[in-house]
């Protein structure tokens, strides 16, 4: 049992950085946590590139040494730093990837993917296009506004609207007072963007 432990710890102290940024990946995002397994691979490739990086600054940190200016010794706490302060900056930097749209924005405009960063179409349309919306719920009713938060997906969670107005049959909005309503994404029948409204 002692030989496994003393495996083990090395294994984990290895992969710790990895799995620090995917946390930080999932918490920030919109993204469901893929499977145990998918978790553990997309940690692995993680680790990576984290550890590519940490052997890069190495490097660096060596040469520069080398050449007069040194601030300390590269031993195994100054990898150890280097190591977190990689695995927040590769978890940070791939949160800014995904909600921003601009790596797979520059890759459709050269025509190597049509996809988008945003976990699905409908986070997409709600995240690239900024206008009023119309909600036609259920029971025929429809509410006017504009959405200051969505739900990731279709069936569940709720949308927040700013300054909402049910609308009359004849399509005239009448203002109900409140500054934001909670809707239920479940009462939602579809959602109509308004483009004359665009923000």
């Known amino acids: 049992m002692d030989d496994l432990v003393k495996e083990v ?15 930080i990946f999932y918490c920030l995002t919109a993204f469901k946590r893929p499977d145990t397994f998918g978790q553990i691979v997309q940690a692995l490739i993680f680790t990576f590139v984290i550890h590519g990086t940490v052997l890069a600054i190495g490097a660096a940190c060596v040469w520069i040494g080398s050449k007069g200016f040194v601030i300390g010794r590269w031993d195994v706490k100054a990898e150890a730093i280097w190591s977190f302060v990689a695995s927040v900056a590769w978890g940070l930097l791939s949160c800014r990837l995904s909600t921003s749209d601009k790596l797979h924005e520059w890759l459709r405009n050269r025509d190597v993917t049509v996809k988008t960063s945003y976990p699905n179409e409908w986070y997409s349309t709600f995240a690239r296009y900024k206008r009023f919306v119309v909600l036609h719920l259920n029971d025929e009713r429809r509410l006017y506004g504009w959405p200051a938060e ?15 107005a049910w609308l009359d049959d004849d399509g005239v909005a009448k203002p109900n007072g409140a500054e934001f309503v909670v809707i239920d994404a479940s009462k939602v029948q579809w959602v109509e963007f308004n483009k004359e409204f665009e923000g």
């Open 9 to 23: 710890i090395p294994l984990l102290q290895y992969l710790i950085p990895g799995f620090l940024a995917a946390w």
């Open 150 to 164: 969505w739900p990731s997906e279709p069936e569940q969670g709720q949308f927040v609207i700013q300054n909402p």
